[in-house]
């Protein structure tokens, strides 16, 4: 693992974090081109049933692939995500190979869905935030017809023209996320679950857990990596280490102890306020997150951000990748009342 101890340590005292997975010695981890990329990403999934892992089992992978590499860990719980998607629509994938979901409306854009003959579906519109475009081989997609119904569907997507010149930043750029151009005739048959499945499910809320089991993950590679910065820290540096291990700790037990009740609600069947849930453990997890982040870049300062390649790459990536959760909004959400 380039930039890390030979054997990283457990990092908190409460429940050692997972141990990162090992990438392909050559891999170019910064820059690297599609092929080693597909090949690191396939190396990661292989080895693992996963619509069949249950939540406590699957945060752990997630931890563990957030601490391996934070790109690779946004692409691989794209797949995974997909892969139990299927699963919960009693759907195969489509061959062997890599799955995104690219379900972002972001600024008003997203696929609109018109009826075209008999069986076919004419699909236009342009998707935004499409982690893993021009590498992955489908991905599930919502599509949205006059009525506001939306349907899943399953799409062939390599071939998709693809828009790299919108992303100015430097963060998360191994995650290829970029803007794809949809317009295209399509098979009904292609459809994963009835009308309005994506978002009606049960499993669209605690989804969100998932992701923020990568946050965590990568807070632990960005924890690795100023360790392995800063062998003897300061009294002043000691001080911001330990704040971390102490956000990284409690970070990890929200998702782990939200895994948990999730287990423990499919093995009884429960009903559950899947979006209360949800929020308030991704709310938790990227508060831990984010403070992690501030505390990181005080302890290396400009010499740490600017001239280790590791961090220079890490806190920003996971920086950009949390901000997924929507503080104000979640928070809002949480203040409500009628919720307790």
């Known amino acids: 693992m380039t930039g890390l101890p030979a054997v990283p340590g457990p990092l908190t005292s409460t429940q050692p974090i997972p141990a990162p997975s090992a990438l392909p010695v050559d891999y170019p ?4 081109e599609a092929d ?14 996963w619509p069949t892992r249950s939540w406590s089992e699957l945060i752990e992978d997630l931890i563990g692939l957030g601490r391996t590499d934070i790109p690779l ?3 691989a719980e794209g797949h995974i995500d997909a892969l139990r998607i299927l ?6 994938p489509q061959g062997d ?12 854009t997203g696929i609109k869905a018109t009826p ?7 699909l236009e519109g342009v998707l935004r935030f499409a982690s893993g475009a021009g590498l992955l081989d489908r991905a599930l997609v919502p599509v949205w017809l006059s009525d506001g119904t939306h349907l899943l569907m399953d799409l062939a997507v390599a071939e998709l023209p693809v828009d790299s010149s919108r ?4 963060a998360m750029t191994v995650s290829r996320t970029h803007q794809v151009t949809i317009d295209t005739q399509v098979n009904v048959d292609d459809q994963v679950g009835g009308a309005d499945f994506y978002l009606q499910r049960s499993g669209f809320f605690p989804g969100g857990v998932g992701v923020a089991a990568c946050w965590i993950g990568g807070a632990a590679r960005v924890l690795d990596l100023v360790h392995a910065v800063h062998g003897q820290p300061s009294p002043a540096q000691q001080i911001r280490l330990g704040r971390m291990r102490a956000d990284l700790a409690v970070g990890a037990a929200t998702i782990r ?20 849930l949800s929020t308030e453990a991704r709310s938790g997890a990227a508060e831990a997150v984010r403070r992690l982040i501030t505390d990181a870049r005080l302890v290396t300062g400009p010499a740490g951000l600017a001239m280790h390649e590791g961090l220079a790459h890490a806190i920003p990536d996971l920086e950009l990748y949390v901000m997924q959760q929507n503080s104000d909004g979640d928070a809002s959400f949480l203040g409500d009342r009628r919720l307790a």
Do not use: C, K
């Not at 981890?29 to 690297?32: D, E, G, I, T």
């Not at 080693?36 to 049933?49: E, I, M, S, T, V």
């Open 167 to 170: 992303w100015f930043t430097g």
């Open 36 to 49: 080693p990329l597909r090949a690191a990403l396939q190396g990661l999934l292989a080895n693992r049933d």
């Open 73 to 75: 860990a946004r692409l």
């Open 257 to 276: 102890a939200t895994a948990a009740l999730l287990d423990r609600a499919a093995a009884e069947s429960a009903e559950l306020d899947w979006q209360a």
């Open 116 to 122: 075209e003959g008999e069986g076919r579906l004419r």
């Open 29 to 32: 981890r910064h820059a690297p």
């Open 87 to 92: 699963d919960q629509a009693d759907r195969w």
């Open 97 to 108: 190979g890599l799955y995104g979901v690219w379900a972002s409306r972001s600024q008003r």
